[in-house]
């Protein structure tokens, strides 16, 4: 029986993997399963891609206030 939506979020992420891999075991999954996978693992480099341009930003932006201080002194 599955569970409800109160009890799969009270779940950790160690348990929430322990119950799938018990599942898995006797699942069939068609395609969607692998590209389902595929999306959140570009969804994840891209979080990281995102979050290394936001510090080179920010460091432009330093350098740039640096930069116009420097020129009103």
């Given amino acids: 029986m599955a569970k409800t939506i109160a009890e799969l979020r009270s779940l950790s992420d160690d ?11 006797n699942t069939r999954v068609g395609t969607g399963y692998y590209l389902a996978e595929l999306e959140r693992r570009q969804i994840e480099r ?23 201080i420097a020129s009103l002194g």
């Fill in 46 to 68: 891209q979080g990281r891609q995102m979050l290394r341009l936001t510090w080179v930003v920010t460091g432009l932006t330093v350098v740039n206030v640096v930069a116009v």
């Fill in 15 to 25: 348990e929430l993997i322990e119950q799938h891999d018990k599942l898995a075991a």
